[in-house]
């Protein structure tokens, strides 16, 4: 599987042909936490290998020792962005095995958090972006301040930034506090605002442009064969949102439309994840208006009514895959995870093969996929 | 996707940077302000003993394996300890408990340079943490606002 | 002894005082921990945070003298295989470079280091295109190809940005009819040359950017791809000489950008001494020059190495070319020599 990795491993490696093999690492500012071995004569790329694995954490089998309530909390340390919309995932397999459904408040309010963490999560990614296209991290910096009024949101509303441990099987575990409404709705106000600050100073900015239009184009018919994910499939024309698709949570009564782009370069994906922000806000503001009136929880009968189940749900990255398979106990026997990322990764390794790629152009390149290492390793 | 002519692809950017001048920072300088927490803020767990039957709810429902239940001098029944070192802080406890016994506070400032004092038995338990032993420098108490202009901390003596 | 000492100095006070205290020696080293205190606070303004805060109690002044003495005390790494000599000679070269050029230039009326008439101009261009050679050197002597790749991207840059730039101060040494920094800045008095060599201006502006390697030309020292670039392997006080190098540069630069097109020490007389009143003008316009300086450092991002020599010679040259035509036929046809 490893075309590049020998023993013993050094840094910089004569290939033949006068070709060198180049070791972008862990320890490295822009590489995240994983190794890309870049097969380059010194200006262009001829191959790119991903070598993931650093930051494994048997996710899988540790959920085999947790009941449903339980699992809920290693779960959404998997990835540290978007930890809603995983759970998201989990929390509809499993109430697929035992023939529950939610209230339509719980729905409402699984809505309107997994939609405050898209936001936040695309924020960051954007910014992470912006930082590998080689500016100087102001832009970083503005985005992970402004994430600040959503996490304060969250964590008035579940009571932790990030890991909420808010879904459990049946519906939420507490209900909005008083005052959330107004909050929430100054801080998306706040947020249209410093969206239009974003355009003015760096999505429509030239030396941006310059240095992510034509890079990486990914044609349509190839990102359907490849199985690219999320922003990367919707940038290059391709129109599936799992939200519309197969709408689950609140999302066949709210209204929206998904953002596509026909170009297929790294500007695009960039681009659709911007206006994918502003589709965010307007769900968040109709999920908060129409909010309806009842419980919030529902219990699980005590046994499950079906084997397996298979559920997914639209994360910021891409769409993820549940697959669970019980024999009757409280704790499942195998839960199989299939993330966006992974598929991304794939996607990466393929590029320099349809087109010449760079040096200079690898991170915008990697990094205009969105991939997250923590994702694709579990 | 819009269009924009040449200057405002170009000098925009210069303008709407320099623009930031204006606008008060938002980090802040710890420790001498704390952001305080919100009512729902999940912290460091507080017991009360008096509440408290000995069931083991807690140590069923805990994820991290984190709570375990241990005898107090006088008493006679088990009450739990907790190792703040697997607790991930997720509040399932102090949801499942029948009588309310164990509540969170917003503090997680626990840090200690030995691992046993990490492991609060249950009479440790009971008392819950003071910030300002935990940071003497403490000044001031930040809330953060959100408003349509920016983030606002108001500010409070502590 | 002592007598002969006091007799030279009572001789020689006006040369020793411009060399030691100012615009020399005490000055530039003084300026250039200013200078990054500067870049530190107020490029942390435009990102919303505060900068140094702690060190010193009031605004972190004291911050850049504790980093300069915690980077003086640790060790100096030779890497293995390097060229000892070659490693540790042309990083101690560096910042003298461009503190040479600086030299030349007038902070008040007469009030140069090295007062001579003549060819003080083309004298400063010629030093300061010394500056590349040295990080060459440098980035060879580390044997290291990530920095030797670093130290390549320096000439290609060089070559898209030198070229521009003299271009462009050629068209302000035909506009004043003189090569002498001194005799330019004593005609800009009544009117700055930013506006009649306007086309002149942008081009040196934008070639400014490639000579101190700052974004969006900062490509040697690409961060994101080749970890710090020429400056890679070094540590300690020969890591502060780099910095030193790179400060001094800008520094350098900036007073040319000054002297040429905003009117040098020139500016409404608020102090009765002539001596001080030009080095408050020119400081003055230099720290505003710099904090316009930092904010296009953070308001763009790094063009790719082949973006920026297209930049330099398909749209920078032939307006340099255009700005000397222009000012050729105000100057000889319309205003008659």
């Known amino acids: 599987m490893h075309r590049y990795l020998t023993d013993p491993f050094q840094e910089i490696e004569e290939v033949e042909g006068g070709l060198f093999k180049l070791n972008i690492g862990p320890q490295h500012p822009i590489s995240g936490q994983g190794r890309f071995i870049v097969l380059t004569d010194g200006e262009l790329v001829y191959d790119i290998e991903v070598d993931i694995g650093y930051s494994h954490r048997g996710i899988e089998k540790i959920l085999e020792y947790k009941n449903y309530i339980q699992a809920v909390v290693p779960l959404e340390r998997m990835v540290m962005l978007d930890t809603s919309n995983i759970l998201m995932g989990f929390v509809r397999a499993v109430e697929e095995l035992y023939g529950v459904e939610p209230p339509p408040r719980a729905n409402y309010i699984r809505t309107i958090i997994n939609e405050l963490n898209r936001i936040s999560s695309h924020l960051y990614a954007l910014g992470l972006y912006a930082e590998s296209a080689g500016w100087n991290p102001a832009v970083f910096i503005w985005t992970t301040v402004d994430r600040e009024p959503i996490l304060d949101i969250l964590e008035m509303i579940t009571g932790a930034r990030w890991s909420h441990s808010f879904f459990i099987p049946g519906g939420v575990r507490a209900d909005l506090p008083n005052g959330i409404k107004e909050r929430i709705l100054d801080t998306m106000d706040f947020l249209e605002r410093r969206l239009e600050v974003y355009e003015d100073a760096w999505i429509y900015n030239e030396t941006f442009r310059m240095r992510t239009e034509g890079v990486g184009v990914l044609p349509r018919d190839k990102a359907i064969e490849w199985g690219a994910a999320g922003p990367s499939l919707r940038a290059s024309g391709v129109k599936y949102d799992t939200r519309l698709n197969e709408p689950y949570s609140a999302y066949p009564e709210l209204d929206f439309k998904i953002v596509t782009h026909t170009a297929g370069d790294a500007y695009a994906r960039g681009w659709v994840r911007f206006e994918e922000i502003k589709v965010s806000i307007d769900l968040v503001r109709q999920a908060i208006e129409n909010i309806p009136k009842g419980p919030v929880k529902k219990a699980l009968p005590p046994r499950p009514v079906k084997q397996e189940a298979l559920a997914r749900a639209e994360t910021a990255r891409g769409e993820i895959n549940f697959y669970i398979y019980t024999e009757g106990r409280d704790k499942p026997y195998r839960v199989k995870i299939s993330p966006a990322s992974f598929r991304n990764f794939f996607v990466i390794e393929q590029m320099p093969k349809i087109q010449e790629i760079k040096l200079a152009d690898v991170p915008p390149l990697i990094y205009s996929f969105d991939p997250w290492f923590l994702d694709a390793d579990r | 996707m819009k269009k924009k002519g040449f200057i405002s692809r170009v000098v925009t950017p210069f303008v709407t940077v320099l623009k930031h001048a204006a606008y008060k920072p938002v980090t802040h300088k710890y420790p001498y302000e704390r952001l305080e927490g919100f009512p729902r803020t999940r912290g460091r767990i507080v017991l009360k003993m008096d509440e408290c039957i000995g069931c083991g709810a807690c140590g069923y429902i805990c994820p991290d394996f984190a709570i375990m239940m241990k005898p107090v001098e006088g008493k006679d029944l088990t009450y739990p300890a907790i190792d703040f070192l697997k607790c991930s802080f997720c509040g399932l406890c102090v949801e499942i408990c029948p009588r309310d016994a164990l509540e969170m506070q917003s503090v997680v400032e626990l840090g200690s340079s030995n691992y046993r004092d990490l492991t609060y038995y249950p009479e440790r338990m009971t008392e819950p943490e003071d910030i300002k032993k935990l940071l003497p420098e403490l000044k001031y108490v930040l809330t953060p606002v959100a408003t349509k202009e920016g983030m606002k901390y108001i500010r409070r003596r502590v | ?337």
């Open chain 3, 1 to 337: 002894m002592i007598d002969w000492l006091i007799e030279f100095i009572r001789v020689n006070l006006d040369p020793l005082f411009k060399i030691i205290i100012f615009p020399g020696i005490t000055f530039i080293m003084l300026f250039t921990i200013f200078a990054v205190w500067y870049q530190r606070k107020f490029l942390a303004r435009l990102m919303l945070r505060m900068g140094p805060v702690h060190a010193g109690r009031v605004m972190g002044w004291l911050q850049l003298i504790a980093d300069s003495l915690k980077l003086l005390t640790k060790e100096i790494i030779f890497p293995a295989y390097s060229y000892k000599k070659l490693f540790l000679l042309s990083a101690i070269t560096l910042p003298v470079i461009p503190a040479a050029a600086i030299a030349l230039i007038p902070f008040a009326p007469g009030y140069a280091i090295f007062n001579v008439k003549g060819y003080t101009g083309l004298l400063f261009l010629g030093i300061m295109s010394l500056y590349p050679i040295f990080i060459v050197l440098m980035g060879w002597a580390s044997n290291n190809k990530f920095t030797l790749i670093g130290a390549f991207r320096t000439i290609y840059l060089d070559v898209a940005g030198e070229i521009p730039i003299f271009l462009s101060v050629l068209g302000v040494f035909i506009w004043a009819g003189t090569y002498d920094l001194q005799d330019i800045v004593a005609m800009q008095s009544s009117m700055w040359f930013v506006i009649p060599q306007f086309l002149g201006f942008i081009v040196f502006f934008i070639s400014y950017f490639a000579m101190i390697e700052k974004a969006p030309m900062d490509i040697p020292e690409a961060e994101t791809e080749l970890v710090f670039g020429y400056r890679t392997e070094y540590t300690g006080a020969l890591f502060l000489d780099t910095m030193l190098g790179d400060y001094i540069n800008i520094l350098a630069w900036s007073l040319m950008m000054v002297t040429l097109y905003f009117g040098g020490y020139n500016g409404p007389a608020i102090f009765p001494d002539p001596l001080l009143n030009g080095a408050f003008w020119i400081l003055f316009k230099l720290i505003i020059l710099l904090a316009i300086t930092f904010t296009v450092i953070i308001s763009y991002a790094r063009l790719r190495i082949d973006q920026a020599i297209r930049l330099g010679w398909y749209y920078l040259i032939p307006l340099a070319l255009l700005n000397l035509i222009i000012t050729v036929i105000i100057k000889y046809v319309v205003l008659g020599g």
